[in-house]
C-alpha cells in the first residue's frame, strides 16, 4: 500500500462487484496495533449537585432579602410594569 499508482491499477483492473471484497482484504490486511489502555487516567466521579429552589434573573442582581418592597418593585420593574 506504499505506491498508490498500485491502488489505482488494482480498481481499474477489477470488476466494480468485485471492489468491495477487494477493499475488504485491504483493509484486514492492514497491521492495527493493539490499544493500549495503561495511560488513560479514570474518570473522576462528581455527585451531583441540588437542584436550587430559586434562579438568577440571568444576571439580574436581586434586591435585598430584607425588604420585601424593594423586590416586588424590581420584578415589576422587570416585567416593564
Do not use: V
Not at 20 to 25: G, H, W, Y
Not at 46 to 73: E, F, K, V
Amino acid at each position: 500500500m506504499d505506491r498508490p499508482h498500485h491502488s489505482c491499477a488494482r480498481s481499474l483492473g477489477n470488476q466494480p462487484e468485485q471492489w468491495q471484497t477487494m477493499i475488504e482484504s485491504i483493509y484486514e490486511a492492514i497491521g492495527r496495533p493493539e490499544p493500549s489502555f495503561g495511560g488513560i487516567k479514570p474518570i473522576a466521579t462528581h455527585s451531583p449537585q441540588p437542584i436550587r429552589a430559586r434562579t438568577s434573573t440571568l444576571g439580574a442582581p436581586l434586591a435585598s432579602a430584607g425588604n420585601p418592597m424593594d423586590r416586588i418593585a424590581q420584578h415589576l420593574g422587570n416585567m416593564g410594569i
